[in-house]
């Protein structure tokens, strides 16, 4: 029995099924997950490692090299970076895809734990995280109070709100940042200790030992057993006074003695302000699995508690990325309506009938709640990729019910069939056609769901919902179309006077068809002239593809930038803060802005460090938060530039550089240009750097040029006199420490707070003590003969030096990063080719072009390996289909005949190709075939039935002309509005539907000439 019959017979069973696949999608589209973009980022794993008074170039070689060593040797490791800096050392490792995280970390703990011993003794544990430190936070709340200093806003920020937040499901770490944090503060008096020889080393000792907190064993008391505990902690600074460093007889030297003693802030070296207020910033960091808007949902829920727990704080949500999430989001939803309507328009523009245009209108709901159902099920998520996928396959959406209906429509009108038998024979006639189609569609998505790396984790569930889509749609066509054709269609006659549009549209549409039939008719007498004339028309939009450039991924609007700011290097956080504080001041005063805050400097044990390491007091972040682009007037990045321009004309900026959101397709790579310098000296790769600095300037597009590093940081060099110190009995370690112990100082212990975080107990010399180079000359080290000073042992020197150093691989290296716009990122990737090769590097240097154009070339090869394959997969279900070799080559020269409007599409709307529009090429190889395949295959059974071939073809144009026609137009009205990029966001995947629709309407005109005419021609010369 053919399947129109069996829906109409079992009807009951098709209404339940279909009501069924209603409920589940209904369901569905509110329970998938939401979120910005697919999860591309690599599994990264990451080890933080304090390693206290160590300069960047000492950590680099003595602590980060030794780790990356040995992590290089885990299974399934991609890249090593790391960046060393002042006392700390990152590094970072990112596995391949498909590899867990929780997994890597284990194995990352592993091959910390094996080489532990190696490390330097005086490093920190090492800290394993799930996730990048470059990885931006997900939300950063902002917290002040008008009657509570701020810090006393840092220790409830540091307490309560930390530990409520942690408790989040999905979080994985909470950072606060600025203001003070409370320490136990011991400032050492080194005159005093050397009045009554007392050492540092007692000093500590003494702190750490009598900070008492121990065990004692058991013991009985009659039956009852007790724990021996020892529990007399520090409790105040006066306790910490009366503690005794030295008893000689009678006499007592206590702490309080030799050193100023006291609960107080400790020193800032960060700072956070938010709309050009200070605050303390808390910054949420998810888990890499974790949904964003899910978290971001759950934070904000708990800050509502807190801020009802804490009526006296104001907490701000000063930065909520699930913000843009859901704006995309929504107004995606409404593109989708939008582009409904104008699909359902089209529709009833041609049927101009109101049952016919219903039954279309309905089976698009129908199909998209079919498609939620099915991507739930899949596991996919509603994102800016998946609604866009949702968007593109609006006007694919309606192909087969166009079709189908159309053809039932013309066994009513032509062959005066009833509304039933119209739905059988009608339905059964194109069924073939239909399903090939689908499949010849599918055959090109396919391959897509499997390209591998960042591109496949990008367009994987782009081309995975447009499948569900499309298999829905067709469900649908042969399903719901004919069981509600059946019921409200009317039999001939039995319609109403039409609508007054319909005679003109008719006769416009019959004049425009006649014009076809008769072009037709001319090519087929010409054929040679007719290829010829395409084939032409295919190199001019080759040609204008050359022409348009290249990029990986289009920039977009998000609204959203952040500006790194670099002062001069020395220069004090409060310098940097105060240029923070113009911009700020400025942004505030403009409509288009909504919020602004800056953080400043670093704050110690912070995991979020952005994509520079930890910031040092001379460098700032500015975030600029617009009001959404389809609200202003200004675009970001004139926004950006008046910043730029700004920041440049304040004292001591060195550096500025605007940064939107999403300016990279892959969060890994820093910047869209890197030039990547690789050797092992330090000063010779910074000249280098210099060199190709000048040597790139003024390049036409390019912009904000700037080294990652270089040797500008201010540092005091110790030469120690070896002899001289081995005399003393003092070695280099020895002196170090003590030199270390006394300028910066060190935690020594732990300052119990009951139900509160424990507070830091530093010790160090006053601040008195320790401002001027002579205090770092007069630092006492206890020699075999007493204490001497350090200048003594030692000479000092002024020089500069790195404030991080970088590897990449196991290599060092200095990346110098830059922007573009106003020009493709190819031609400007082309100049900057050509100067490196003018350049000539020192031996056992390397200069490498990376950055964005890398990925694009890893992505644009694995698209290329999709291309041919959905190629051959169309081809190859063709072949089933027609039962022949010959005539899918024929349908098939539709694929290159769609260059000729993909390149005028892409010119006339000043798009670049990059790889949406790939993926647009890609995704028409399945749409352009279509129409072929229903034309073809009736011609095929027109000459069946004794027809010439130039007949079969002139009947089947004639048949097919009004719905290939009003697919075509129906495609192009759903894409129109991605294309117009009427939602925010929309600019990232609008060249997909730009593509689309150019490549859409030059093949629906050149599939009923040059494809006809093709066919016959082939029909002619025998098989």
Known sequence: MPWPELVLKYRHTVIALLVALIILGIQARFQIPVQLFPDTDPPTVTVITEYPGMASIDVDSDLTKILEEELTSIDGVVRISSTSQAGLSVVRVEFQYGISSALAAVDVQSAVGRIRR????????PRILEFSTSDKPIITLALRAEDLSLDQVRLTADNEVRERLERVPGVAAIDVFGGHRPELHVAVLPHKLDAVNVTM???????????????GGRVLQGDMESVVRFDAPISSPEDARRLVLKADGSQRVRLGDVALVSLEPGEQR???????ESAIAVQVIKRTEANTVEVARMVREAVEELQNDFPDLEMILADDDSDFTRLVISDMTRTVILAIILTVLIVFLFLANLRQAFIIALSIPASFLTTFALMQAAGLDMNMVTMSALILSIGLLVDDGIVILENMHRHIAELDKTPFQAATQGVSEVLRASLGGTLTTLGVLIPLMFLGGFIGKMFGPLSMTIAFALCSSFFMSITLIPLLGAYLLKPKGAHKKAFWFKVFFEKGLNGFKQYYLAGLQASLKRPKTTVFTALLLLFAGIGML???GSEMMPRFDSGNFRVLVDMAPGM??????SAAGSVEALLMGKDYTRTVGTLAGHEAGARAMGGRGAMGVNQAEITVNLIPRTKRKESQWEIMDEVRVLLEKIPGVVLSVPREMGGTARSGTSAPIIVRVSGQEPAELDRIAENLLEHLQNIPGITDLYKNWGLDTPEIQVHI??????ELGLTGAGIATAVHQAMDGHTVTRFRQGTRRDLDVVVRYAESERTFLEDLENISLNSLFGRIPLREVADLEFRV?????????????????????????SEVVAEVRGRLKEYESPNGYQVRLVG???DFSEARSRMMRALMLSAMAVYLVLVVQFGSFKHPLTIMSTIPLQFIGVGAALLLAGKYVSMPALLGIILLIGIVVNNAIILLDLARSRIQSGLSPDQAVLEAVDIRFRPIMMTGLSTIAGMAPLAMETAVGAERFSPIATVIIGGVITATVLTLIVVPTLFATMEKTGP
Not at 572 to 577: A, F, I, S, W
Not at 721 to 726: L, M, Y
Not at 801 to 825: A, C, K, V
Request: charged share 30%; proline share 7%; hydrophobic share 25%.
């Open 118 to 125: 190696d490390l330097p003794t005086e490093i920190g544990e």
């Open 201 to 215: 080393d007692r000093v500590n000792q003494v702190l750490r030992e009598w900070n008492l907190s121990a065990p």
């Open 270 to 276: 960060s700072a956070y302000s938010f709309n050009n």
């Open 546 to 548: 050359r022409l348009v």
């Open 572 to 577: 004090p956080l409060e310098k940097t803060t």
């Open 721 to 726: 006199d070896h002899e001289r110190a081995s």
């Open 801 to 825: 030096g790195p404030r991080i150093m970088t590897r990449d691989n196991s290599q060092r290296t200095l990346e110098i990063h830059g922007y573009h716009f106003g020009r493709p990122l």
């Open 852 to 854: 964005e154009q890398e």
